[in-house]
């Protein structure tokens, strides 16, 4: 598909898309736009009717199957939101160029880097490392000893990647990750704490993107593992030995302890935490600031601290909002219970006769 002028046509769009084409087919697309910041020649993906409805008719629109009337300019899909990431995709800035060393890289003679990488300014990659074909390291990122990154991972400046750490293929690694470091172990002898050598290394599946400042450690034993298509948001820790299943998604600020298991395609809200050696199973949600402090079975929805049953804890927040109430209802049944008498009409007891 060509671009026609640094724009894309409508149809060239719904083609895209696979999607239904509904007016004018050469309407010229310069970019995506939120409802509220659309401005002539940009198109907007909705899937709330309340927006589209408050959108002028002239606005080119991606959106559900049946929603565009004939007087209407756009595309229907079955799935807006994954069209919607398709959609920005054709107008996303290019990365670095590759196939090219920059001189102020240092690059061990007995690492191997494929010809069609891309190593930045002031990268450092040590002995017996390997950077397969089309990957992408940004300035600054430290690769260790007997690091293998695989074809088309992109990894964003100031990263570190520890000794032996395994990254798959097409990864994102964001800026100032840390893949790899040595794991939180001490225990205590004479009251003194003595550290614990993590001899285990990370491995990382494919198609994997590690958030800005995360954290993940290698294993004591063995080897911390990300299974592929996980995404990890900003700020997360996973600890040591920890393992973590495919599709996931841990979001910012999400703490998983030492040899804790999430199962497959996990949701892990903002700042939840998962005990050490807890499973959370396949399928399942953890509410945002949530504790798992046990075993949470497979397809469950938790929340609360220590985390339950997302039902049960919404009834548990409910009464705790009327405690007030209940506390003032209680004294004046216990006050009858001593028998003061009535009540006045104020609700105060007054003695009997």
Not at 226 to 235: E, L, R
Request: with cysteine; glycine share 12%; charged share 25%.
């Amino acid at each position: 598909m060509k671009k026609f002028d640094d724009a894309w046509r409508l149809s060239q769009v719904a083609s895209f898309l696979c999607g239904r084409l509904v007016g004018d087919p050469d309407r010229l697309i310069l970019g995506v736009a939120s409802p509220e910041e659309v401005t002539a020649g940009y198109i907007c993906v909705l899937w709330e009717k309340s927006a589209f409805r408050k959108l002028a008719k002239d606005v080119p629109v991606v959106v559900p199957l049946g929603w565009l009337e004939p007087d209407r300019i756009g595309v229907e899909v079955e799935e807006p939101k994954i069209a919607f990431a398709k959609l920005l995709s054709l107008f996303e800035r290019p990365r670095t160029p590759k196939c090219e060393v920059h001189p102020t890289a240092v690059i061990s003679q007995s690492a191997e880097v494929h010809p069609s990488a891309y190593i930045g300014p002031f990268c450092v990659v040590r002995e017996g490392a390997k950077i397969a074909n089309d990957v992408v390291l940004e300035a600054h990122v430290f690769v260790g000893k007997d690091v293998f990154i695989d074809e088309g991972t992109i990894v964003e400046p100031h990263v570190t990647l520890y000794h032996g750490v395994k990254l798959g293929k097409r990864c994102l690694i964001h800026a100032g990750a840390s893949l790899g470091c040595e794991g939180f172990g001490f225990c205590s002898r004479d009251g003194k704490l003595v550290k614990i050598p993590q001899v285990g290394g990370l491995v990382i599946g494919d198609e994997v993107e590690v958030g800005a400042l995360t954290s993940i450690d290698r294993g004591t034993l063995g080897d911390t593992r990300i299974g592929s298509g996980t995404k990890i948001g900003d700020c997360v820790h996973v600890g040591h030995n920890a393992q973590v299943g495919s599709n996931c998604i841990l979001v910012a600020m999400t703490g998983i302890a030492g040899s804790a298991v999430i199962e497959d395609n996990v949701i892990m809200a903002a700042q939840s935490g998962v005990k050490d050696h807890a499973r959370v199973g396949k399928g399942s949600i953890v509410a945002a600031k949530s504790g798992v402090t046990k075993d949470i079975p497979p397809g469950m929805m938790v929340s609360g601290f220590p985390a339950r049953d997302h039902r049960e804890e919404l009834k548990i927040q409910a009464l705790t909002q009327r405690l007030p109430e209940i506390y003032e209802r209680l004294l004046r049944l216990e006050r009858l219970h001593e028998g003061v008498g009535n009540e006045d009409e104020k609700g105060n007891p007054s003695k009997a006769d």
